[in-house]
Structures are given as C-alpha cells and as structure tokens.
C-alpha cells in the first residue's frame, strides 16, 4: 500500500510562509505524477499544485506567484513551498501520487493518498 506522509503544516499569520513536504516510502516520487491538493471545511478538495514526471509545473489561479512545488530525488520528498499566505489558504492539505493525466489538478485522476497536514493562517 502506497501512502504518502506529509508534515510541515502549522499555524501562521498572514503574510507569512510554511513549506509542506511529503515522503513516499517505497515510491518514486521523481517518476510519478504528484500533486498538492488542499480542503477547507465545507468545501470540495481543490488542487493547488501539480509536478509531472518530466518537471512541468501546473498551479491553481489564486496560487500563482506565491506557491511552488518541487521535488528533490536525492530524499525522494516532494514539497510546497508557500509564501505570502492568506486566511484563504487555511485548509487541510493533501499530498497525492499515482496522478493518471499529466498536469492535472482534478482530485479524481490520483490514486494515492496522504493523510494531510493542517495549514492555519491567521489575519
């Protein structure tokens, strides 16, 4: 069973940045398609960010020029790395591997799921 463990989540003010990782025990990240993926209360599970296979990166509107994921092959970890954050970013964020379509930030193409990590943003 593949499960991605993420952690890095906490609580910040707004302003402020956090940098999620996420570890694969078992699995390729490099060679996979992974993404980030976050859900408020209330609301459906959005992606945030996608890297695919060969290193192209695909962001969700509201993120760009704030977030950047990336992935380092020597620890096997994906990461987020988010800046400027706002209330808005406050959710549960999931890391995701296993995407079937290159780039995509649909929730329903990834097969394997992490537990999540808890982002707070204060204003």
């Known amino acids: 069973q593949i499960r991605p463990v993420e952690s890095g989540g906490g609580q910040v003010q707004a302003g402020g940045s956090l940098r999620l990782s996420c570890v694969a025990s078992g699995y390729s990240i490099s060679s996979s398609n992974m993404g980030w993926f976050r859900q408020a209360p209330g609301k459906e599970r959005e992606g945030v960010a996608t890297i695919d296979r060969y290193g192209s990166t695909y962001y969700e509107e509201s993120v760009k020029g704030r977030f950047t994921i990336s992935n380092d092959n020597s620890k096997n970890t994906l990461y987020l790395q988010m800046n400027s954050l706002k209330p808005e970013d406050s959710a549960m964020y999931y890391c995701?591997?296993?995407?079937?379509?290159?780039?995509?930030?649909?929730?329903?193409?990834?097969?394997?799921w992490g537990q999540g990590t808890q982002v707070t943003v204060s204003s």
């Open positions: 995701a591997a296993g995407g079937r379509v290159f780039g995509s930030l649909r929730p329903y193409y990834y097969e394997y």
